[in-house]
T-cell receptor
Framework: AQSVTQPDIHITVSEGASLELRCNYS??????LFWYVQSPGQGLQLLLK??????LVQGIKGFEAEFKRSQSSFNLRKPSVHWSDAAEYFC???????????FGQGTRLTINP | DTGVSQDPRHKITKRGQNVTFRCDPI?????LYWYRQTLGQGPEFLTY????????KSRLLSDRFSAERPKGSFSTLEIQRTEQGDSAMYLC??????????????FGQGTRLTVV
Protein backbone atom coordinates (compact mmCIF):
# COMPACT_ATOMS: atom_id res chain seq x y z
CA ALA A 1 0.00 0.00 0.00
CA GLN A 2 1.13 3.52 -0.68
CA SER A 3 1.93 5.58 2.39
CA VAL A 4 3.88 8.58 3.58
CA THR A 5 5.25 8.99 7.08
CA GLN A 6 6.30 12.30 8.53
CA PRO A 7 7.71 11.30 11.91
CA ASP A 8 7.73 14.79 13.41
CA ILE A 9 4.30 16.24 14.09
CA HIS A 10 5.67 19.52 15.43
CA ILE A 11 9.11 21.12 15.16
CA THR A 12 10.31 24.37 16.70
CA VAL A 13 13.44 26.10 15.48
CA SER A 14 14.96 29.51 16.05
CA GLU A 15 14.96 32.08 13.29
CA GLY A 16 18.17 31.78 11.30
CA ALA A 17 18.74 28.14 12.26
CA SER A 18 18.85 25.30 9.78
CA LEU A 19 15.87 23.03 9.21
CA GLU A 20 15.31 19.45 8.16
CA LEU A 21 11.86 17.89 7.90
CA ARG A 22 11.75 14.15 7.48
CA CYS A 23 9.64 12.18 5.05
CA ASN A 24 9.60 8.42 4.42
CA TYR A 25 7.43 6.83 1.77
CA SER A 26 6.24 3.42 0.72
CA UNK A 27 5.40 3.06 -2.96
CA UNK A 28 5.38 0.05 -5.24
CA UNK A 29 6.67 1.75 -8.39
CA UNK A 30 8.88 4.70 -9.24
CA UNK A 31 7.68 7.45 -6.94
CA UNK A 32 6.96 11.04 -7.83
CA LEU A 33 7.60 13.04 -4.64
CA PHE A 34 6.38 16.43 -3.57
CA TRP A 35 6.60 18.87 -0.69
CA TYR A 36 3.73 21.30 -0.13
CA VAL A 37 3.34 24.09 2.42
CA GLN A 38 0.05 25.22 3.93
CA SER A 39 -0.59 28.38 5.93
CA PRO A 40 -3.54 28.36 8.37
CA GLY A 41 -6.88 28.23 6.57
CA GLN A 42 -5.23 28.21 3.16
CA GLY A 43 -4.70 25.76 0.35
CA LEU A 44 -1.44 24.03 -0.46
CA GLN A 45 1.49 25.61 -2.27
CA LEU A 46 4.02 23.42 -4.05
CA LEU A 47 7.57 23.92 -2.72
CA LEU A 48 9.36 21.39 -4.91
CA LYS A 49 9.00 18.09 -6.69
CA UNK A 50 11.09 15.12 -7.74
CA UNK A 51 10.23 13.17 -10.86
CA UNK A 52 13.61 11.85 -12.04
CA UNK A 53 17.23 12.88 -12.59
CA UNK A 54 19.30 14.72 -10.02
CA UNK A 55 18.31 13.50 -6.58
CA LEU A 56 18.88 16.91 -4.99
CA VAL A 57 16.08 19.23 -6.05
CA GLN A 58 15.77 22.93 -5.48
CA GLY A 59 12.48 24.61 -4.75
CA ILE A 60 11.00 27.95 -3.98
CA LYS A 61 11.71 30.06 -0.88
CA GLY A 62 15.21 28.59 -0.51
CA PHE A 63 14.07 25.01 0.18
CA GLU A 64 15.71 21.88 -1.16
CA ALA A 65 15.05 18.17 -0.80
CA GLU A 66 17.09 15.05 -1.40
CA PHE A 67 15.65 11.80 -2.74
CA LYS A 68 17.33 8.72 -1.28
CA ARG A 69 15.90 5.60 -2.87
CA SER A 70 17.82 3.22 -0.55
CA GLN A 71 16.23 4.86 2.49
CA SER A 72 12.84 5.58 0.89
CA SER A 73 13.24 9.14 2.07
CA PHE A 74 12.70 12.62 0.69
CA ASN A 75 13.75 15.04 3.42
CA LEU A 76 13.21 18.77 3.12
CA ARG A 77 15.94 21.20 4.15
CA LYS A 78 16.56 24.90 4.45
CA PRO A 79 19.88 26.38 5.62
CA SER A 80 18.37 29.38 7.45
CA VAL A 81 14.70 29.73 8.34
CA HIS A 82 12.73 32.95 8.42
CA TRP A 83 9.74 33.75 10.64
CA SER A 84 7.54 33.62 7.53
CA ASP A 85 8.37 29.91 7.12
CA ALA A 86 6.08 29.05 10.04
CA ALA A 87 3.40 26.81 8.51
CA GLU A 88 2.35 23.19 8.02
CA TYR A 89 4.48 21.13 5.64
CA PHE A 90 3.23 18.08 3.79
CA CYS A 91 5.16 15.42 1.94
CA UNK A 92 3.27 13.54 -0.77
CA UNK A 93 3.90 10.65 -3.15
CA UNK A 94 2.26 9.81 -6.47
CA UNK A 95 2.78 7.63 -9.51
CA UNK A 96 4.00 8.48 -12.99
CA UNK A 97 0.64 9.86 -13.95
CA UNK A 98 0.38 11.58 -10.56
CA UNK A 99 -3.37 10.95 -10.75
CA UNK A 100 -3.67 11.09 -7.03
CA UNK A 101 -1.34 11.98 -4.24
CA UNK A 102 -0.94 10.25 -0.91
CA PHE A 103 -0.04 12.78 1.75
CA GLY A 104 1.71 12.46 5.07
CA GLN A 105 0.15 13.71 8.26
CA GLY A 106 2.13 16.93 8.08
CA THR A 107 4.75 18.65 10.22
CA ARG A 108 3.85 21.92 11.90
CA LEU A 109 6.81 24.30 11.97
CA THR A 110 7.06 26.99 14.62
CA ILE A 111 9.77 29.64 14.46
CA ASN A 112 11.16 31.21 17.63
CA PRO A 113 12.30 34.82 17.27
CA ASP B 1 -5.83 35.58 -10.92
CA THR B 2 -5.26 32.47 -13.00
CA GLY B 3 -5.04 29.95 -10.16
CA VAL B 4 -7.54 27.37 -8.97
CA SER B 5 -10.55 29.04 -7.38
CA GLN B 6 -13.10 27.48 -5.04
CA ASP B 7 -16.45 28.77 -3.93
CA PRO B 8 -17.59 29.25 -1.25
CA ARG B 9 -14.58 29.59 1.04
CA HIS B 10 -16.66 28.76 4.09
CA LYS B 11 -19.98 26.95 4.50
CA ILE B 12 -21.93 26.28 7.68
CA THR B 13 -24.88 23.95 7.31
CA LYS B 14 -27.26 22.04 9.49
CA ARG B 15 -27.03 18.28 9.67
CA GLY B 16 -29.18 16.68 7.00
CA GLN B 17 -28.95 19.55 4.53
CA ASN B 18 -27.39 19.26 1.09
CA VAL B 19 -24.40 21.38 0.10
CA THR B 20 -22.63 21.99 -3.20
CA PHE B 21 -19.13 23.31 -3.76
CA ARG B 22 -17.65 24.66 -6.97
CA CYS B 23 -14.11 24.49 -8.30
CA ASP B 24 -12.75 26.40 -11.29
CA PRO B 25 -9.42 24.91 -12.39
CA ILE B 26 -6.59 26.61 -14.22
CA UNK B 27 -8.05 27.05 -17.68
CA UNK B 28 -5.70 24.84 -19.72
CA UNK B 29 -5.62 22.02 -17.15
CA UNK B 30 -7.39 18.86 -18.19
CA UNK B 31 -7.21 17.04 -14.84
CA LEU B 32 -9.16 18.02 -11.75
CA TYR B 33 -8.94 16.45 -8.31
CA TRP B 34 -10.93 16.66 -5.10
CA TYR B 35 -9.37 16.04 -1.70
CA ARG B 36 -10.70 16.21 1.84
CA GLN B 37 -8.62 17.40 4.78
CA THR B 38 -9.67 17.05 8.39
CA LEU B 39 -8.06 18.93 11.25
CA GLY B 40 -4.50 17.86 11.93
CA GLN B 41 -4.33 15.51 8.95
CA GLY B 42 -2.99 15.59 5.45
CA PRO B 43 -5.36 15.79 2.48
CA GLU B 44 -7.02 12.54 1.40
CA PHE B 45 -7.88 11.82 -2.20
CA LEU B 46 -11.58 11.67 -3.08
CA THR B 47 -11.88 11.61 -6.87
CA TYR B 48 -10.41 12.91 -10.10
CA UNK B 49 -11.49 13.82 -13.61
CA UNK B 50 -9.71 13.86 -16.92
CA UNK B 51 -11.67 16.34 -18.97
CA UNK B 52 -15.31 15.45 -18.24
CA UNK B 53 -14.68 11.79 -17.39
CA UNK B 54 -14.54 10.79 -13.72
CA UNK B 55 -11.75 8.22 -13.76
CA UNK B 56 -11.33 7.22 -10.14
CA LYS B 57 -13.25 7.46 -6.89
CA SER B 58 -11.93 6.76 -3.41
CA ARG B 59 -13.69 4.51 -0.92
CA LEU B 60 -14.06 7.72 1.11
CA LEU B 61 -16.58 8.96 -1.44
CA SER B 62 -19.79 7.48 -0.04
CA ASP B 63 -23.09 7.38 -1.91
CA ARG B 64 -23.97 10.74 -0.39
CA PHE B 65 -21.15 12.38 -2.34
CA SER B 66 -21.31 13.14 -6.04
CA ALA B 67 -18.92 15.05 -8.24
CA GLU B 68 -19.39 16.30 -11.76
CA ARG B 69 -17.34 18.12 -14.33
CA PRO B 70 -19.66 19.02 -17.19
CA LYS B 71 -17.88 19.99 -20.41
CA GLY B 72 -14.53 19.38 -18.75
CA SER B 73 -14.32 22.84 -17.23
CA PHE B 74 -15.48 23.65 -13.69
CA SER B 75 -16.45 20.93 -11.24
CA THR B 76 -19.01 20.61 -8.48
CA LEU B 77 -18.94 18.42 -5.40
CA GLU B 78 -22.30 17.79 -3.77
CA ILE B 79 -22.84 16.24 -0.36
CA GLN B 80 -26.37 15.07 0.39
CA ARG B 81 -27.80 14.66 3.89
CA THR B 82 -24.71 16.08 5.53
CA GLU B 83 -23.39 14.53 8.74
CA GLN B 84 -21.15 16.04 11.39
CA GLY B 85 -18.36 13.78 10.19
CA ASP B 86 -18.41 15.60 6.86
CA SER B 87 -16.96 18.69 8.53
CA ALA B 88 -13.62 19.24 6.83
CA MET B 89 -11.73 21.35 4.33
CA TYR B 90 -12.50 20.30 0.76
CA LEU B 91 -9.62 21.02 -1.57
CA CYS B 92 -9.67 21.12 -5.34
CA UNK B 93 -6.56 20.80 -7.49
CA UNK B 94 -5.86 20.77 -11.20
CA UNK B 95 -3.01 19.67 -13.41
CA UNK B 96 -2.05 19.42 -17.06
CA UNK B 97 -1.53 15.86 -18.20
CA UNK B 98 0.73 15.28 -21.18
CA UNK B 99 0.40 11.74 -22.46
CA UNK B 100 0.86 9.55 -19.43
CA UNK B 101 2.55 12.24 -17.39
CA UNK B 102 0.25 13.70 -14.77
CA UNK B 103 2.00 16.95 -14.14
CA UNK B 104 2.14 18.80 -10.88
CA UNK B 105 -1.10 19.64 -9.12
CA UNK B 106 -2.01 23.20 -8.20
CA PHE B 107 -4.38 23.55 -5.27
CA GLY B 108 -7.15 26.01 -4.56
CA GLN B 109 -7.64 27.61 -1.17
CA GLY B 110 -10.34 25.14 -0.21
CA THR B 111 -13.89 25.22 1.09
CA ARG B 112 -14.22 24.85 4.84
CA LEU B 113 -17.43 22.95 5.67
CA THR B 114 -18.87 22.96 9.17
CA VAL B 115 -21.90 20.77 9.87
CA VAL B 116 -23.78 21.73 13.02
Amino acid sequence: AQSVTQPDIHITVSEGASLELRCNYSYGATPYLFWYVQSPGQGLQLLLKYFSGDTLVQGIKGFEAEFKRSQSSFNLRKPSVHWSDAAEYFCAVGGKGAQKLVFGQGTRLTINP
Amino acid sequence: DTGVSQDPRHKITKRGQNVTFRCDPISEHNRLYWYRQTLGQGPEFLTYFQNEAQLEKSRLLSDRFSAERPKGSFSTLEIQRTEQGDSAMYLCASSLSLGTEGGEAFFGQGTRLTVV
